[in-house]
């Protein structure tokens, strides 16, 4: 079983492109299902998830391909997956 903490020791790739979006920095949560839906990885440009520009990437749970030990990899559009921060 992984924890949040684990998750966000692994970096994301893209295996459709090749594309390292970086650490995951937040989870969304369906608290009626209990069920991750969403890994949130900050946007390009932007430093520990705080400095930079307001955009992040949401990689839904059904993208992701493999957890490994290192790193997670998914297969997405890179422009679907990168929006504006909501905050």
Same mark, same amino acid.
């Given at each position: 079983m992984s924890r949040m903490y684990d998750l966000r020791q692994k970096e994301v790739?893209? =295996?459709?492109?090749? +594309?390292?979006?970086?650490?995951v920095?937040?989870?969304? &949560?369906?608290?009626?299902? /209990?069920? &991750?839906? =969403?890994?949130i990885v900050p946007g390009p /440009?932007?430093?520990? /998830? +705080?400095?930079?520009r307001d955009?992040?990437?949401r990689i839904p749970w059904s993208?992701?391909?493999k957890i490994g030990e290192d790193i997670v990899l998914v297969d997405c559009e890179t422009g679907k997956i990168? +929006?504006?921060c909501d905050d």
């Open positions: 790739i893209n =295996t459709n492109d090749g +594309v390292r979006y970086g650490f920095s937040d989870l969304v &949560i369906d608290e009626s299902e /209990g069920k &991750i839906k =969403t890994l /440009g932007r430093v520990l /998830g +705080v400095f930079g955009q992040e990437y993208k992701i391909k990168l +929006v504006e």
